[in-house]
């Protein structure tokens, strides 16, 4: 065996003896390492017990809370946390059994040690359809848009409260008239913008020109629940005196803006005029020089003393004069 020795200033070690330098220094950091062992598994035995005991309580307190076992999952195995040693823990949330969430956050604290954290519940999927189904409407078959619909054109599902659209339907107002707002094909789940009350319009029922004047003659009375437009004339009153401002085609709801002034009276049209005093109301027929709308002035000839007068347009081929002298 060779010996170490020195070569400039240093120490030279065979290659035999640096082996057994680095076992003896393996030796050494096993050594460290038994006698630092007894206390790493101490604290984790500690915080493993101390887990266990908070998931006891925590089911526990799921159980009390919601009616039934097992309802949620707790985080509580996550390495992240880190539980004290309590012999009791106190637990709070803001979900009932009667609002059921598939997800919240619990407060867990413990008072003994000045602890508290929030520990992430999960609902399980048969819990949460057990704990709280709704009723929803769905089509038996397909519904075109506009449709009239009745109950007996659905069917009722059950879902639970996170798979259920906002606004969903669970039964039909059969007391109302109801028509579908859109198409819908089995399966769908009807909400309240699905469906409309039908209201009354004005529809054309025959081809009307640009100025012509409206009659009650002209429109049929309909109901309807889609593309309505927000200025449709509801009433038969809404249109007297007035003329279209467009052509009009048969089977448009009528619109204010497809109205206009009517011309009531028309160059050279015979017009009936009313002359009325405070005992007297005479009656004669003259001719319009000139055309007029409701309420405006306009002049009137009379055919047979050829005088020239000045009335106001009360209605069609109708006027009043201004004074009393014919």
């Known amino acids: 065996m060779r ?21 003896g220094f393996v030796s050494l950091i096993g050594l460290m390492g038994l006698v630092l062992s007894p206390s790493v598994l101490a604290n984790t035995t500690a915080q493993s017990s101390a887990v266990k005991r908070l998931d006891v309580q925590i089911n526990r307190w799921s159980e009390a809370q919601f009616g039934q076992k097992g309802a949620y999952t707790f985080a509580t195995q996550d390495r ?26 619990v407060n867990v604290a413990c008072a003994e040690v000045g602890w508290s954290r929030f520990i992430r519940a999960k609902a399980t999927e048969q819990v949460v359809i057990e704990a709280a189904l709704v009723d929803v409407l769905t089509p038996i078959a397909i519904i075109e848009a506009g449709k009239s619909v009745s109950a007996k054109d659905f069917t009722v599902r059950q879902l639970p409260p996170h798979r259920t659209p906002q606004g969903a339907i669970a039964k039909l107002d059969t007391s109302s008239r109801w028509f579908s707002a859109r198409r819908m094909r089995p399966g769908y789940i009807v909400t309240s913008k699905d469906l409309r009350q039908p209201r009354r319009v004005l529809v054309v ?64 049209e015979k017009v009936a005029l009313l002359s009325q005093g405070l005992s007297y109301a005479i009656s004669s027929e003259v001719v319009a020089l000139e055309d007029g709308f409701l309420g405006e002035q306009v002049r009137l000839l009379n055919p047979e003393s050829q005088r020239r007068i000045s009335a106001i347009v009360t209605g069609a081929s109708r006027a009043k004069t201004l004074s009393t002298k014919l």
Do not use: W, Y
Request: aromatic letters at 6%.
């Open 3 to 23: 010996l170490p020795g020195r070569v400039g200033g240093f120490l030279l070690l065979s290659i035999p003896a640096m082996t057994l330098a680095f076992l």
């Open 80 to 105: 992240r946390l880190q539980v004290p040693s309590c012999q009791t823990f106190s637990f709070s949330s803001n979900v009932s059994a009667t609002e059921p969430k598939s997800a919240f956050m």
């Open 205 to 268: 029922n025959k081809a009307l020109p640009a100025g012509t004047l409206l009659t009650k003659q002209s429109f049929d009375v309909e109901e309807r629940a889609v593309n309505i437009p927000r200025d449709a004339i509801t009433s038969m009153e809404n249109i007297a005196n007035l003329a279209a401002s467009k052509l009009l085609h048969p089977g448009d709801i009528l619109r204010r803006r497809d109205l206009t002034k009517g011309k009531l009276i028309k160059r050279g």
